[in-house]
C-alpha cells in the first residue's frame, strides 16, 4: 500500500502537528439569514438575506451546502447538489423557516444526521433524505405561519412527500489518503416502490473573496484532461495550492462563477453572464446559455443523472488531491475507506464504556459524530463590517447596527457551533459546554476552543467575552473557567496527561474577565451580580435584558450564583497551578476571599425580606429592588434558584497545605467581619484528614434544595431536571405592573411566550447543561459527605441514594431521552411513527436543543448537538467512572 494511505499513518487522533485537519466538516448548512450577511439598515438579517436569494446571491462572509467539506480557510469548497426531477430549484442547501415564520421560532425543515467522525476527519459519514415528490418550500412556510404557539409545527413528514417512502437515501462519505488528499462517495438509495431519476452533482467552488475590494489573484476552476473514462476539475487557488477533483465517469462538467446574479435579484445586469445560479439554472429550467461553454470559473459541478430502481443504489465517486500527488482515482479508493472505516471502528470502540449496549454505543458514536461535524469555519472582520456599515472606531453609534463596540475583534477559525443551520455561530457559554463534550472524544480541538475566546482577536480590551453573533456586547454566564477546569480534568483521568500550560493560560486570561464581571456587573458593590438574562432567555418573569416595567433593578439569584460558581473554579485552577508555581499562592487568597463575600451575599445573616434565600420556601429567588429601596423576592421555582448548588467545590486537605497561610487568612476574615461568619459555615472541613468543601448551602439548605430538585411534582422528570417546578402548571406565579399581569406558568414543551423572540423555553423543558452542572455539583458534594449523607430520589419514595448514586440517576434519566423503551422507542422522537418504526429511520438520532419534560421529545434546534453533546460525556461518567474516582480533588 502506498505510503500516503498507510491505515498507520495518523489514526483518528494521531494528528500531532494538526495537518490531517486541513480539511473538514467546516462548512455551514447556512449562511444566508445570518448578521455577517446583513446589510439593512433595519437590521432584520432574516428577511435582507432569505433563502430565496441564497442560491443566486454571492455571500460576503462564509459558504453554505448539503453534507460539505471544505479546507481550514474555506477557499476551495465541495458539497453535494441533488434534482428530482420535480424541484423549482435546485437542492444545494438546507431549507428551514425565518423566526416571522414558524410558529414556534426558527427551524430547519429537512432530515439529515450526522452518522461518523474521527476527530482528524479521516472518515466523515452524513446521511440526507431527499423526497422524490416536489419539495414543499411553500407549504411549509404558509401552513407554519398560520399556525399559533399553542400547536404542533408543521413538519416535512407531515406533507406527504415521504408517503410509500418515496424518498433517496442518500450517504455521503469522505475518507482521507493523506493530509490533503480527500476520496469521496455519494451512495444513492432509492427507498421507493418504483424505478426514480435523480440528479447528482457533486459541487467544487471557491468562497468569493476577490468582490469586496480586497487584493489577491482569483482563484480558477477549469476542465482538463484526465485518463480515459474519467473527468476532472482543476482548481488553482493562491494560498492553498493546485488541486485536482477527478470523477470516475465520463459527465457533463457544467461550470458558472460564484458571483451575484443582480439581474434576478435587484434588476441590475450582472458583469458577467455567468452567475451564482447558473448550474441551476441550466439543469432545472433547460438554460442551456447559463453555464460557461469554455468549462472555466469559480464553480463547478459534475453532472450524474441516475436511474435507479425499487430498492437499487448507485454510488458517484471522486478524488480531491494536489496536481502533484499524482494518483489514479481507483487503484486504492476501496482499500482507504476500508482502512479509515475500521479505524474510526477502533475509535468508537474506545471512547465506549465497557459493559455499554449496542444502543448506549449507537447514541455515543452519533453524539461525537454531531459534535465533530458541527466545526464551522467563521470568518468576520468586524472593522471591516462596520465600515461597510459607515461606521469606523470614532464614530458614534448608529440605529440599525448592531455590534459597534467590537470593531477589534476578527474572526477567522474553526470553530465549534451549536449546530450548522439553525446557529451558524458560536455563542460564548454553548462553547464552554459543548467543550466539555468534546473532551472525551477530541481534547485537543476542546483545549484550542476554550483559549480561542480568550485571544486579543476575540476578548474586549475592556476584558468581556463576546456573547454571540446577534449581540457581542449581552451577557452569558461565565462558564469559561469551570469548562477549563472540567477538560483539564477529563484530560488527565482518561490519558494520564495534565496539560498545566493550557490551563494556566487559560487563567492569566480569565483573571481579565474575572475583573470585568467584578467592575461591571455588582452595580451596587455587595457582591450581588446583574447579569441580565444570561442565556436563560424567557425564563424570568420580565424579560431580564430589558428595563423593568417596575423600574429598579433584578438581583440575580443565578447571576450571584455564576460569579460563586467563577470564583470557585478560578480558585481550584490556582489551587493546582500553584503546586509547581508559589507565585500563584496570593491568587488563591484572593478567591477565597472573593467567594466568601459572594457566598455572604447570597444569606446574610438574621432573616431579612431582601436576601436571595427564602428560609420559609427553601429556595433562592430573584429580588426586585424598587426604585424607592423596597425588596420582594419573586418566588418563581426554576433553574435560577438551583444554581447556587451547583457553586460546590471539594479540596483535598493535601491540596489546601501547600497553600501558605490560608488558614490564618480565613481567622482573619471571621473576626474582621463577624456578621458574615455564616459564610465560612460554607467553607466546612469533613472529618479529620478528610476533603474540604465550599458550597454556598449548608447541609440544611442542601436538604431542603435537593427535596425540591428530587420530587417529581417539582424538578425530577423522568428525563432529567426541569427548569421549571411542574407545580407552576397549577400555581403559576403571576405579578402585577400598571394593571398589566407578568405570568410564570411551566409550560413543559415549546413556548407560550413571545419573550426573548419566542423561540426557546426554559419555563419546564429539559436543557443539558444546566442538568450536566446539577450532575457536577452532586459528585462534588458526594466527593465531601460520602456515603453518610442519603436522600430521598424521589422525594417521596422511601428509596434512599447517595448523592454519587443520584447523579447516576439523573445521567440515566437523561440518557433515556435516546435509547430505545421496552416498546422500540426513542422519546426523542415522540410520536412520529416514522422514526419510532421504520427501520430505515429509527436508529438514527436527533439531538435537540432542548426536550419535553414530561415525554422526552425533541424541542427547539433539530441538530443542537452542540451542548447536547454532553449526552455522551455524561454517560462515560455514569459508566466509566467509581464513586472513588470523586474523592480526591472535586
Sequence with gaps: MNARTSGNSIGPTGDADGRWRLWGPYLSERQWGTVREDYSDSGDAWSYFPHDHARSRAYRWGEDGLGGICDEKQRLCLAMALWNGRDPILKERAFGLTNSEGNHGEDVKEYYFYLDSTPSHSYLKYLYKYPQAEFPYHDLVAVNRSRTRGEFEYELLDTGVFDDDRYFDVTVEYAKASFDDVLARFTVVNRGPDEATVHVLPTLWFRNTWSWGEDGEKPRLSAVDGPLGTQTIRAECPGLGVYDCRFDTQVPLLFTENETNSERLFGVPPASPYVKDGIGRHVVDKESSAV?????????????????????????????????????LLHDFDSVFQDRIAEADAHCARLTPEGASEDEARVLRQAHAGMLWSKQYYFFDLEAWLGEHGLDPWTTSRAGVRNHEWFHMVGDDIISMPDKWEYPWFAAWDLAFQAAALSTVDVRFAKEQLELLLQGSYLHPNGQIPAYEWNFTDVNPPVHAWAAYFVYMMEERLTGRADRAFLERAFQKLLTNFTWWVNRKDPSGRNIFQGGFLGLDNIGVFDRSAPLPTGGTLEQADGTAWMALYCQSMLQIAVELVEHNPAYEELVLKFVEHYLWIAASLDRVGELGDELW???????????????????????????????????????????????????????????????????ASVRAGAKGGPRLLSVVDEKKLLRVLGRLLSEDEFLSPYGIRSLSRRHAEHPYSFWVHGEEYRVGYVPAESDSGMFGGNSNWRGPVWFPLNALVVRALLNLYGFYGDELTVECPTGSGHRMNLFEVAGEICDRLARIFLRDEDGHRPVYGGQRKFQEDPHWRDLISFHEYFHADNGAGLGAAHQTGWTGLVATLMTLSKSFAPGDFRAKG
Excluded at 468549462?295 to 502533484?324: D, F, N, Q, W, Y
Excluded at 491540596?655 to 497561610?661: C, E, S, T, V, Y
Design 614 to 680: 427564602d428560609e420559609e420556601d427553601g429556595f433562592f429567588y430573584d429580588v426586585l429592588r424598587l426604585p424607592d429601596g423596597q425588596a420582594m423576592r419573586l418566588k418563581v421555582r426554576s433553574m435560577v434558584g438551583l444554581l447556587p448548588l451547583c457553586a460546590a467545590t471539594v479540596f483535598t486537605p493535601g491540596q489546601l497545605a501547600r497553600i501558605a497561610g490560608l488558614g490564618e487568612r480565613l481567622r482573619r476574615f471571621a473576626i474582621r467581619h463577624p456578621s458574615l461568619s455564616v459564610t465560612l
Design 292 to 328: 460557461n461553454p469554455a468549462r472555466e470559473g469559480t464553480k463547478a459541478a459534475a453532472h450524474h443523472v441516475l436511474t435507479i430502481p425499487a430498492g437499487g443504489s448507485r454510488t458517484v465517486r471522486l478524488r480531491i488531491a494536489p496536481v502533484g500527488a499524482q494518483l489514479s
